[in-house]
């Protein structure tokens, strides 16, 4: 458990966007940046939470993930989304066609077929300029004007939002030379990686290289990247980040997730141990209650 634990002393600015206040990740000088959110799946991992929602809209403390990813892009300053949609399409539309949505101009885009995670880039109309992509079931603290401008002084066609990532392997793991001969011995150990977030930082210049109307997940459109020698970048984010994908992060995150960030008194976040139990003021959330409450 401690591999993940040192991640959920909780950040302000995240719960913030949960109880929905306003913490910008940036200064919001992101204006002319638009941004593409997969929203898509069928969420497949999270059954059978997403037998009656889709991912994106599986709740976190009193608001949907994709409520505060939406609220994290608005405070960044991008006043532009498109939303990738296609299981339970019409979900999504009647979350946010019947909130207020600030300033945040949210145009979608409906995949007849499913196009992988890459695909749908080709439907989406108007990305001329630098743009952000993103899996519509992250949570993280990530800066996103700080990503934008690390993409730019790189001159990345692509960069990819890394995070370190520690696996514990719950076997022993053996070492062996080509002739089949152990040569060392590891008992449950630990693997480190960065593995990617599920956001990223694209040129224009991009979309040229994933077919039309064609499955393609990202790791294709990485490949050919580098088969083309465009410049691949990764920026690394040492915050809190979640992907939702995983049941168990859901429930991490539905542990670590405050409601009310003000409960003590002081304004300070609570933590939560190692056996989940929450201090401070934290308390988990339930998704089969919250679901209800949301719809």
């Not at 076997?171 to 030379?177: E, Q, R, S, T």
């Not at 992907?243 to 003590?264: F, H, L």
Request: with cysteine; glycine share 8%; hydrophobic share 35%.
């Amino acid at each position: 458990m401690a591999s993940w634990t040192a991640d959920l002393a909780l950040s302000p600015d995240l719960l913030a966007d949960v109880n929905g206040h306003t913490h910008p990740n940036g200064n919001g000088s992101l204006s002319d940046t638009k941004a593409v959110v997969l929203a898509g799946g069928r969420g497949a991992r999270l059954a059978p939470y997403t037998s009656i929602l889709p991912k994106p809209l599986m709740p976190i403390g009193d608001r949907s993930i994709l409520e505060v990813v939406v609220g994290q892009l608005e405070e960044a300053g991008i006043v532009d989304i498109h939303f990738c949609v296609g299981y339970l399409a019409h979900l999504i539309q009647a979350v946010f066609e019947s909130r207020e949505n600030g300033h945040v101009n949210i145009t979608y885009v409906h995949e007849q077929e499913a196009l992988g995670t890459a695909g749908p880039l080709r439907l989406v109309d108007g990305l001329d300029n630098t743009f952000i992509v993103m899996n519509g079931d992250v949570l993280s603290t990530i800066d996103y004007e700080n990503l934008v401008r690390f993409h730019h002084e790189h001159q990345n066609a692509l960069t990819i939002a890394t995070h370190e990532r520690s696996i514990k392997i719950d076997y022993g793991m053996l070492h062996l030379d080509d002739d089949s001969q152990v040569r060392s011995y590891d008992e449950k150990p630990t693997i480190s990686s960065r593995v990617s977030m599920g956001v990223y930082v694209m040129e224009p210049s991009v979309i040229e290289h994933v077919p039309e109307n064609e499955y393609f997940d990202f790791p294709d459109l990485v490949r050919v990247l580098l088969e083309s020698d465009e410049p691949v970048g990764a920026y690394m984010h040492d915050g809190m980040w979640f992907d939702i994908g995983r049941t168990e992060d859901y429930e991490r995150a539905t542990t670590a997730w405050v409601v009310d960030n003000s409960a003590n008194g002081n304004g300070n976040s609570g933590s939560v141990n190692e056996n989940g139990a929450s201090n401070g003021h934290s308390r988990a959330t339930h998704p089969v209650q919250n679901a209800k409450e949301a719809g």
